[in-house]
């Protein structure tokens, strides 16, 4: 079985040219046969971004890319703080949940971290 997953993993395409890090190294999981634990999910809404009014302005290009690149940074620098959060997420893995929950009663909200 080990063998089938390392060619399968060996032979399918990379997932994009530049990922790095944690999330090119995952392992591949073949649905049905090696199931994957369930993990927390991380999420963060931002500030909004004003848009009202400005119809005319966005019209022009250069402005539009301006708001573009703005949203675009605003997205990634949440994208990477949300990342470090989950590094040093002591309750990440679905066990350590299941523990902190098991010692501490299961109606109780597993800890994560301040905004």
Known sequence: MNQIVENTKHNAKARTDDTGG?????????????????????????????TE?????????????ELYLHVKSE?????AYLKEKRKSDPYRNILARL?????????????????
């Open 53 to 65: 009014g400005r119809y005319q302005e966005l019209r022009e290009k250069e402005k539009a890319r």
């Open 75 to 79: 997205v990634e620098s949440y994208i």
């Open 99 to 115: 523990l902190y929950q098991a010692t501490h009663g299961f109606t109780s909200e597993v800890p994560t971290f301040e905004l």
């Open 22 to 50: 944690e999330v090119a190294n995952q392992p591949l999981h073949m649905p049905g046969i090696l199931p994957k634990l369930p993990g927390r999910f991380y999420y963060l809404f931002g500030k909004p971004i004003e």
